[in-house]
């Protein structure tokens, strides 16, 4: 895997109830559609020049690099709520950013945190000016163990 350049990515969400935390968990992969791959959590770069695609079916098994948020909880009536952002650099040869936020409350306040340290990240801590912030989330009111999951799946 070292020096792999992936080329493309997605971003996919989905969260689960089950009577455990693993399984929860396991239930909100499946509905992101990547419950049957081995995820690889990796730090939170975009390669440059990196192109969205849709979202696909992996084979099943596969390694598949991912930044993701996560949050498992096990209190009726709780709201909790995943997100993930990526920063496109208008410069197409610079990396982008991607970055993580996940709480109790609702997945609007979620995106917003990870888009804002998506432009912190970048502008202010890189000097790297944004063309595009894509972001997407999941969210659930707790009945009985819940999961929520949002990512980003680099693929070659």
């Known amino acids: 895997m070292i020096g ?6 997605f971003l996919t969400s989905g969260f689960g109830e089950a009577s455990n935390a693993l399984n929860a968990f396991d239930a909100a992969l499946l509905r992101a559609g990547i419950g049957d791959t081995n995820l690889v959590k990796m730090s939170s770069i975009l390669p440059p020049r990196a192109e969205e695609i ?3 079916v992996i084979p099943k098994g596969s ?22 952002a990526v920063g496109i650099p208008e ?3 610079m990396a982008g950013l991607i970055m993580e936020c996940s709480h109790e409350g609702t997945p609007a306040l979620c995106e917003r945190r990870a888009r804002a340290m998506v ?14 912030i894509k972001s997407i989330s999941a969210s ?3 009945h009985r163990v819940g999961a929520v999951f949002a990512a980003v799946v680099l693929c070659p």
Do not use: H, N
């Open 140 to 142: 659930l009111t707790v």
């Open 63 to 84: 390694l598949v690099p991912v930044a993701f948020a996560e949050l498992t909880c096990d209190r009726p009536g709780t709201r909790i709520s995943a997100a993930v």
């Open 119 to 132: 432009r912190e990240g970048m502008e202010q801590i890189r000097g790297v000016k944004i063309r595009e």
């Open 91 to 93: 410069d197409p040869d």
């Open 4 to 9: 792999t350049v992936p080329k493309r990515f």
């Open 54 to 56: 849709a979202p696909y």
